[in-house]
């Protein structure tokens, strides 16, 4: 991480690196942007596909008695919702600023 800006790593080089790993659970990059879903594959998309449908197909053959199988939820990294006691970070980029300034004694 240090000799990212630097000749060793310029930024330009930084920037290829990170726009060509891999975009799947392989790279620690994508495993950290995504915490709750790197771990779902294509594989896993098509194999809950496959269980839906079997389940479908016995519940269908059964007559329909029960309730009707219900898909695979999918993991999702949405945000989750905020803690209402959070301070928003605009508020406190204000008062930091405002600390500042107290401080230079502007």
Do not use: C, H
């Not at 240090?2 to 930024?11: F, M, P």
């Not at 998309?45 to 999918?74: C, T």
């Not at 508020?91 to 401080?103: F, G, H, P, S, V």
């Amino acid at each position: 991480m240090a000799d990212i800006g630097t000749e060793r790593l310029s930024w330009s080089e930084f920037g290829t690196l990170i726009a060509f790993m891999p975009r799947n659970g392989e790279s620690a990059l994508y495993r950290a942007r995504n915490p709750r879903s790197w771990w779902w594959t294509q594989e896993m998309d098509f194999l809950a596909a496959i269980l839906y449908a079997v389940q479908g197909a016995n519940w269908q053959r059964s007559g329909g008695q029960g309730e009707a199988p219900k898909p695979v939820a999918r993991p999702n990294d949405a945000p989750v919702a905020a803690d209402p006691d959070t301070v928003p970070l605009d508020r406190i980029n204000d008062e930091l600023a405002a600390r500042r300034k107290a401080l230079i004694g502007e």
